[in-house]
């Protein structure tokens, strides 16, 4: 086994000279001093008076309308550092209820988009826009974790899990990018039988490399997803599915690609420089907190 390791303070340099607000605050909690109230206040930026977060919290999307993803994003920041409370949590619910569709799920993202610089897969793909399991598991678990309780709620789970369910039946593999919303989900489902079957199924599908490559560099596609990406810690629940060996292997590579001037690299297309300087921050600093969990800072 190797131990390639990278330079923490030239990632340190990369953020407070190119990251957000946000992602400082981040890294200032994690790897200098707790301090979950200025993440919290950094998060709290991005909340419209609707009870939605937007502003670009997702930088691919530059709309200052709410949206479910940016909505999801914010409360697992929140939740990550104890400050999810229930003032919060029941504004985004209240807000949420009203998105939810006809097959009980609630869309990617919303018409609000429209106008609004934007990566081309921020597509509401209608109006009204269909559901997705991206990020309906994610902001489901999460509200979940914040002791929301709505009647949205239980029918928005059980269609995830039944998305999953005729997924499996079709002999099809789940959606890389639908993994992490529904691992969030069946951290904090209420129904505990579909949740324990559903995260069996995932780590078979993901053991099997259906859903991912699992060989370093060997990617299907620019954005596809990492094990390191799908299970960011050792007690993640989904680690199980990948060899501690495999996981050495990406390790290694994560830490290989970070780039001269101490940030990481982002290798889908933005929409504009601003966005690539944010999403940079984002990742060195996803960068850093994976490399920090897997013992190897």
Known sequence: ????????????????????????????????????????????????????????????????????????????????????????????A?????????EGGLPFCLPTVVGYPRAPWWDPGGDPPPANVTPTGGLVG??????????????????????????????????????????ELCAHAADRPAADRSLGNLREQLAAGRVIPLVPGAAAGPDTHTPLDIAPRPDHPLRPAFPDGMIDEFLDRLAAVQQPDGGWPIDWPAPGETAVWEWRGVRTLGALEVLDAYGRL
């Open 142 to 183: 999460r509200l979940r974790e914040a002791g929301v309780a709505a009647a949205w709620l239980d029918r928005a789970e059980a269609w995830c899990f039944a998305e999953l369910d005729r997924v499996a039946a079709a002999g099809e593999a789940p959606s890389q990018y639908h993994v992490d919303n529904l691992a």
């Open 1 to 92: 086994m190797t131990t390639t390791t990278s330079d923490v303070d030239r990632a340190a340099e990369f953020l407070w000279r190119h990251a957000r607000l946000l992602e400082r605050r981040r890294f200032t909690h994690r790897f200098e001093r707790p301090d979950p109230d200025g993440v919290a206040a950094a998060v709290l930026a991005y909340l419209n008076p609707d009870g939605g977060f937007g502003q670009a919290l997702e930088p691919d999307c530059r709309s200052p309308h709410s949206q479910p993803q940016a909505t999801r994003l914010a409360l697992g920041a929140l939740a990550d550092v104890g400050r999810l409370d229930g003032t919060v949590a029941e504004g985004a």
């Open 94 to 102: 209240a807000w949420a209820a009203g998105l939810v569709t006809e």
